[in-house]
């Protein structure tokens, strides 16, 4: 059974950092793009990080850049995702995800990626 399980979220205040984990298994992601997105009520999910699953290069949403890091352990099928000086707009539920096939041109795009994992909260108070 394939599972991608996030953990890390909570509740920080403004200027606060925190580190998401994901942790995937029952197939082998060392080859996929890993992506983080996010979610409020009311709109769609939003694209906030990825790495490239040829090169491991790094793409960025412009309201995280400078302040989130994507990362990953291969060989422990884990990804990252290290937020600093957090602002209340980065309040959501945050999910991991992975795809297989990607193309480069729809690394942003949630449609692409096939694995989806249940998410967890970050709520950045003011």
């Known amino acids: 059974q394939v599972q991608l399980v996030e953990s890390g979220g909570g509740l920080v205040e403004t200027g606060d950092s925190l580190s998401l984990s994901c942790v995937a298994s029952?197939?082998?992601?060392?080859?996929?793009?890993m992506g983080w997105f996010r979610q409020v009520p009311g709109k769609e999910r939003e694209f906030v990080a990825a790495t490239w699953r040829a090169t491991g290069y790094t793409y960025y949403a412009d309201s995280v850049k400078g302040r989130f890091a994507i990362s990953r352990d291969r060989a422990k099928n884990t990804v990252y995702l290290q937020m600093n000086n957090l602002k209340p707009e980065d309040t959501g539920v945050y999910y991991c995800?992975?795809?297989?096939?990607?193309?480069?041109?729809?690394?942003?795009?949630?449609?692409?990626?096939?694995?989806w994992g249940q998410g967890t909260q970050v709520t950045v108070s003011s």
């Open positions: 029952g197939r082998t992601f060392s080859r996929d793009t």
């Open positions: 995800a992975a795809a297989p096939t990607i193309i480069l041109s729809n690394i942003r795009e949630a449609r692409g990626y096939d694995y």
